[in-house]
Nanobody, 115 residues
């Protein structure tokens, strides 16, 4: 129901854009988010965006990553610029109710940044 894509291998300083298509799920209003999990670490929030377009970013990615959403297509994007080796992780998209407890996870996409 949540299909993430766009991961890959990139050199430090490079860019990638992740996409997550949400199908068959209706949660209104909702928050779309990207999380990441590096080996041996807990999953952490990278960025999220509400139905109204309000965004929130982890301090570690502010100024480098941009989250956006296309409500008509039900897709959320994560533009990642100036990538660093510490950004290496599996990135997961997440959809949750803005005022509720229901949520869904995508399958994850690997991002590897080489130094």
């Amino acid at each position: 129901q949540l299909q993430a894509s766009g991961g890959g291998l990139v050199q430090a300083g490079g860019s990638l854009r992740l996409s997550c298509a949400c199908s068959g799920v209706i949660l209104t209003p909702n928050v779309k988010a990207w999380f990441r999990q590096a080996p041996g670490k807990q999953r952490e929030l990278v960025a999220d965006i509400t139905s109204g377009g309000i965004t929130n970013y982890a301090d570690s990615v502010k100024g480098r990553f941009t989250i956006s959403r296309d409500n008509a297509k039900n897709i959320v994007y994560l533009q990642m610029n100036s990538l660093k080796p510490e950004d290496t992780a599996v990135y997961y998209c997440n959809l949750r109710q803005e005022y509720g407890l229901r949520y869904y996870w995508g399958q994850g996409t690997q991002v590897t940044v080489s130094s």
